[in-house]
């Protein structure tokens, strides 16, 4: 299995641009997973002063290379528009643990 930080973005690949922000870590963290699935490398950040966890509350970012932005948008576009059903979500979340039970 490729090492996800392998291919996420980072300053050194040139301009980061925010495609969706989060009052919460889930939600971004849900976002990049959604984004990674869809082939598309994505970060979140802000992490740390979300939900009132500093002084001064902001939001968590979700960050795309300049070159994905297109793709991301419409990907995050068309999860708005087709959300995923209750049981697609358990499904995902099944495969998921069965993937981490066989990694074990």
Same mark, same amino acid.
């Given at each position: $299995?490729?090492?996800?930080?392998a @291919?996420?973005?980072?300053?050194? +690949?040139?301009a980061?641009? $925010? ?7 889930? =939600? /971004?963290m849900?976002?990049? /997973? +959604?984004?990674?699935?869809? =082939? ?5 950040? =802000?992490?740390? @002063?979300?939900q &009132?966890? #500093?002084?001064?509350? =902001? ?6 290379r300049? %070159?994905? *932005?297109v793709? /991301?948008? /419409?990907?995050?576009?068309?999860? $708005?528009?087709?959300? $995923?059903? #209750?049981? *697609?979500?358990?499904? !995902?979340? #099944? !495969? &998921?643990?069965?993937?981490? %039970?066989?990694? #074990?």
């Amino acid at each position: $299995m490729p090492d996800p930080l392998a @291919t996420s973005p980072s300053p050194n +690949d040139g301009a980061l641009v $925010m495609v969706a922000s989060f009052s919460d870590e889930l =939600g /971004a963290m849900l976002c990049v /997973a +959604d984004l990674e699935n869809n =082939g598309i490398p994505a970060v979140s950040s =802000g992490a740390l @002063t979300s939900q &009132w966890r #500093a002084d001064a509350p =902001g939001f968590v970012k979700v960050l795309v290379r300049t %070159v994905d *932005e297109v793709r /991301a948008r /419409a990907s995050l576009k068309e999860r $708005m528009e087709n959300p $995923m059903s #209750a049981e *697609e979500l358990d499904d !995902q979340s #099944a !495969q &998921w643990s069965d993937d981490e %039970v066989e990694e #074990a």
